[in-house]
């Protein structure tokens, strides 16, 4: 994850110097979670807001059974399990698949492998969105993001699964505009 995040931040800082928040969504949660932590300790920068969605709190253990070395088989029908994450269109097309199921696998790979480091409260919001179906990130999980900001939290839950923010795409686009709009006119305690 750290090479990740570095790349990232090098990328972006010379963009930085106006306001900007962060989005992601599942191990992109994690992903701009440690990006506002990079920001902050190297460079002093801060987001007006980050957003999440998806994922667990960084600081809770995975009950989750690691799968990106399983056999492809096994890797296949839990990644349809778990996430309902293989589109018939991709599933059908062998070549398809082929391109796809590394990508995903390293993925995997970098968010089962996530190492927690405890720091300092973020001096940001943060907005949790989460699945209503989504039997692998429960309420709870979200809810524990609370513990990562000194400012305003909030936890809105969507209908869907993990996949959520495809069905909902307008709510959730829609929310953060209205979210980034009001906290930028009305700074959120």
């Known amino acids: ?34 990006l506002v932590r990079l920001l902050r300790r190297q460079y002093g920068l801060s987001p007006v807001w980050l957003f999440v ?4 709190a960084p600081h809770l253990p995975n ?10 088989a096994q890797f296949v029908r839990e990644l349809d399990r778990r996430y309902n994450a293989i589109p018939d269109v991709i599933r059908n097309d062998r070549e398809m698949l082929d391109l796809y199921l590394p990508i995903i696998r390293a993925d995997l790979a970098v968010l089962e492998t996530y190492s927690w480091t405890d720091d300092d409260p973020l001096d940001c919001p943060i907005s949790v969105f989460g699945g209503l ?3 692998g990130v429960p309420g709870e999980a979200l809810e524990a993001w609370r513990m990562h900001t000194a400012r305003h939290f909030e936890l809105v839950m969507f209908a869907g699964d993990h996949f959520f923010h495809q069905s909902a795409r307008a709510e959730v686009v829609q929310l953060i505009g209205d979210t980034l709009q009001a906290g930028l006119t009305q700074p959120t305690v």
């Open 63 to 72: 009950p989750l059974v690691p799968m990106h070395q399983l056999p492809e």
């Open 1 to 34: 994850m750290q090479p990740l995040v570095e790349a990232m931040a090098e990328g972006l800082r010379p963009h930085l110097a106006v306001p900007f928040a962060i989005f992601g969504h599942s191990l992109g949660a994690w992903v701009g979670f440690d």
């Open 53 to 56: 969605s998806a994922r667990r």
């Open 133 to 135: 179906q989504d039997t």
